[in-house]
């Protein structure tokens, strides 16, 4: 063997020694070769013994074992029947040696490449249902929150996992209620169909004002809309946002409204917004549920929109203070609304300035 060593050490092989076949069986375990070079004659166990033994243990059934033997004859057939790979009688020639080697251990190599993809596919087999049962249990849920959600909103609450922003909690929003002046004598009016398709339109094209100001969606109800901002997901300068999105809206149905008018229907839009503090959370139960925002703020918002005329935007006093600087209103004067002791100031919104150019 000192001699194997003295061929196979100067290429770059690591070759380590046994003086018996039960200390080659001790070294297979603790070094996991690549390749043995196994000598029939040895003290104790012969190199038969040892392969037949490596051939049953399942870490080493396909272990590369090349007996090498100064017998010739019937030795071969006996070291193959033994489960070795290949056969080197002594002596030997050194590049038949070093050919052999390299042989097996590309052999082997693409065995343990093999074994380790089947183990990763083992794997992935193994989890497999589990992935695909949280997937779905994903998609499923991002379903439910892009009902009352933003698809970004939604895609950031399931892609964190944390769903504890929607449990009842309190926070300051912008409320926004809009809904279509002359709605119930429209209605009462036309057939279903057209009813149906004069929805579709007003919807879309609040669904695509969510979406671009990342509103959350409290209701949307027939000709009614609700929507708040800064909640679940707390967003910058969302009192001017809400403010945004609802002269947004308005631009929307100045081109709308008179495709409705050739049409025979007489319809606008108005709107309320105001701010305040609001109770807030998922509500409903299992297979059902929505996000809402309830408090005083809302109720506000709900009025002042019901006392809005065609193409106005009336927002709170509180709401106007936070985003004076930003937008040009006049006074709308006081009203009287329905759960409020006493009478509301209101303004009513021209226009968002555009921020100043940076030079």
Known sequence: MRLLEAVLAPRGYEVVSAHSGAEALELVQAEEPDLILLDVVMPGMDGYAVCEQLRENEDTAVLPVIMVTSSIGPEKTKAIEA?????????????????RVRSLLRIKRYHDTIKAQAAELSELNRTLEERVTNQVEELERLGQLRRFLSPQLADAIVSSGNESILRSHRREVAMLFADLRGWTSFAD???PEE??????EFHDTIGALVKQFDATVGFLQGDGVQLFFNDPIEIPDYALRAVRMGCALRQEMAGLTPRWRK???????????????????????????????IGAVTNLASRLADEATGGQILIAQRLYAEVEDDVEVEPAGEFTLKGFPRPVAAFNVLSVREPAPVL
Do not use: Q, W
């Open 83 to 99: 489960g070795a790979d290949d056969f080197i009688p002594k002596p030997f020639n050194h590049d038949e040696l070093l050919t």
């Open 189 to 191: 009016s036309v057939e």
């Open 195 to 200: 009813l149906m398709r004069v929805l579709r």
């Open 263 to 293: 049409r025979g229907y007489d319809l606008d839009f108005g709107a309320g917004i105001a701010l305040g503090y609001a109770t807030c959370g998922e509500v409903g139960f299992e297979e059902r549920s929505d996000y809402a925002a």
